[in-house]
């Protein structure tokens, strides 16, 4: 997928890349700082879905538009509907890691206008899912990983496919791209305990993507 991508090689699918320790420790810092920042403008909290489960990950956004759910289901917005108020702006510490770290990469180019920053805890998971309600699905979905390491899970186009699981840790950048833009993630585990942030005792993935 690029020269950076050869440099790391994996066995995962062909659109994959885990870029390892790609950010320094003073940046992670400088990350989970800056979403303490944003969270207290636009707190974290559970969203619902449509029918009344409750996601175990604690969600917020930054950028122009959110991710949220609730009774009226998935969808992006530019207002916080819990609050009212537009989400707060993309501190400009993501927009310069990102770009650090994806250069290089195929999708050095990409410009995210929407960052859904979940926070787990232990115990705390996600099941197996596709993005979906993004309007172009040619734009990748990158992530950052900051604080304790997880099991990532990434799977196929079905949710019933076996997935791989992958050990993501503070500082990896996840880009999930091209042919495989859509394959079923998740997060299976984390290991609370691991994180190297004094500040960040759980995990908090930064999940840039292209809304509109
Ligand atoms: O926390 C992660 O690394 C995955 C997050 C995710 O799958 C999502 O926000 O859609």
Redesign the pocket.
Known sequence: MGPIADLFPTDLPSGTVHLKSILVAGVQVRLAKATQKVAKTAEFSHARTKSGGVYS?EMTNCGAYGWWSDAEGYRYTEIDPRSGAPWPQMPKSFTEALKVALSGTTVADFKPDAC?I?H?VAGTK?GL?Q?KDEADFARP?V?V?LGAA?D?LIGGFDRSDKPTSVL?ESGDV?IMGGESRMRF???RKIYSGSSPLPCLEGRL?L?FRKAT
């Open positions: 990950a859904l979940n787990y996600m899912h993005d979905i992530t990983s997880a990532f993501v996840f993630h998740g997060i993935s999940t």
